[in-house]
């Protein structure tokens, strides 16, 4: 192709042959992915998608990328696929998020993102592309599926989908892994050589965004997240491992029960938003299509997660939300209306969940199951289910659904598990979750 050298390509070049190979990817992509900032072409490296691709400076300090390496970063972003309905909350949040924010790292990408709609004044305008504004990111051009969300007519809240925030997460690791490995480099010598050749590349393949990550082997099972939160190097301790539920991008966070106070495990950004609904009061939550991942397509996963609590594990039941989802996504979906659709018949509406009570008063507990947003306007209740016909219920459906994990359940597997609860840190990573 033009421009091309000993398998090395221009910078250019690099980003016309970006643009053509990811035209059909789910992923929109943006030319300009190896020139403008946050591109390091000059610091020895660009980022695609979850690929580090090397630079190389060739005679006359012209600037050029292995071909192969551009084709081999689309090709991982071609395989990826994306549910525009599926997102995460990228901010903002009353304090910054729980990530790992290196300085030396150029991405950044939450932080990137939120101060640029801000200076832009919404996605609107930033969705403009104006001229000469940096805005790809991985080469992904996240304006276009940048959604917004306004809250009690005031508050706006920004949204990716979670496809592209795992892959933005791997970007960032990988950098992360880059710059520690060209420190070690520089510690070593005193002149860092770039690759002088198309096979002597660093980059990092899509499998290999977790091989330098530990996987996670219940290190921290049993322990007061109240007390591991306050130990100075936990958060960089939680970087080190894989995320313990997708086992595919690196941990953010110390996900722990709010119910009992325990520390469950280091879980990516991804994953820790996921079991979170898109909706919640102190006592009410909107049971969206989420759920289907949490108590269907990866259910032995996330059951086996949030039983790594000691408290929910030995009382063989969830913590009161998660339990009262459960509730109305599974053991009340017979209830559900439909009505006439081109295709058949729709589920009506949108399910929702609200409490009176506590698990600690389990006699007076009650979960009330309803149906919100009906096409008809019909507002119903479908059911009012007590806290123990509930959790018996759940206790029969894990047993059928789980058997390993409902196996190790149980109060004989546990002894000196406390009676009362233990005290909780509050969740700040958004606005009235704290239950989660």
């Not at 005031?154 to 490995?181: C, G, M, N, S, Y």
Request: proline share 8%; net charge positive.
């Amino acid at each position: 192709m033009p421009g091309c050298t000993d398998g090395l390509i221009t910078l250019g070049a690099a980003d016309a042959l970006w643009v053509e190979l990811t035209a059909g990817s789910a992923v929109p992509t943006a030319s300009g992915t190896f020139t403008p900032s946050p591109a390091c072409a000059r610091l020895g490296y660009v980022l695609l998608g979850g690929h580090v691709v090397a630079t190389v400076r060739a005679s006359g300090g012209q600037w050029s990328v292995a071909e192969d390496e551009v084709r081999r970063a689309a090709a991982g972003l071609n395989a990826v696929g994306m549910d525009r309905q599926d997102l995460v909350r990228i901010g903002p949040f009353h304090g910054p998020p729980r990530q790992e924010c290196h300085e030396e790292t150029p991405l950044r990408w939450r932080q990137r993102i939120m101060r640029e709609v801000q200076e832009l004044g919404g996605p609107e305008r930033a969705a403009q592309g104006e001229v000469g504004r940096p805005y790809p990111l991985a080469g992904i051009d996240w304006r276009q599926i940048l959604v917004e969300r306004t809250r009690d007519g005031a508050q706006r809240t920004w949204w990716l989908p979670r496809a592209v925030v795992r892959l933005l997460d791997a970007a960032e690791h990988a950098e992360t892994q880059w710059v520690q490995a060209a420190r070690t480099r520089q510690a070593s010598t005193t002149v860092i050589e770039p690759p002088s050749r198309p096979g002597c590349r660093q980059a990092t393949s899509p499998e290999g965004t977790t091989a330098s990550l530990r996987p996670y082997s219940a290190e921290l099972e049993g322990q007061l997240y109240s007390v591991l939160i306050r130990k100075p190097g936990t958060s960089r301790r939680v970087a080190g491992w894989a995320c313990a539920v997708c086992r595919t991008a690196p941990a953010t966070v110390l996900d722990h029960c709010h119910e009992h106070g325990y520390a469950r495990a280091p879980v990516c950004q991804s994953c820790n938003t996921q079991e979170r609904p898109d909706h919640l009061y102190s006592n009410d939550i909107r049971v969206a299509n989420r759920y289907t991942r949490l108590f269907h397509t990866d259910t032995d996963n996330w059951l086996r997660h949030w039983h790594r609590c000691p408290g929910c594990r030995a009382r063989t039941t969830l913590p009161l939300p998660h339990l009262a989802a459960w509730t109305a996504h599974v053991a009340c979906r017979p209830l559900r209306p439909t009505h006439p659709a081109s295709r058949g018949r729709k589920p009506c509406g949108m399910l929702r969940v609200s409490w009176t009570g506590s698990q600690q008063a389990p006699r007076s507990c009650l979960l009330t199951v309803a149906v919100d947003f009906c096409p008809s306007g019909e507002h119903r209740v479908l059911a009012q289910v007590p806290y123990r016909e509930a959790a018996e219920r759940f206790r029969t459906w894990l047993a059928e659904t789980a058997p390993a994990v409902a196996a190790a359940a149980g109060p004989d597997r546990l002894d000196g598990l406390p009676t009362q609860p233990r005290p909780v840190i509050a969740d700040t990573s958004g606005e009235g979750l704290a239950l989660f």
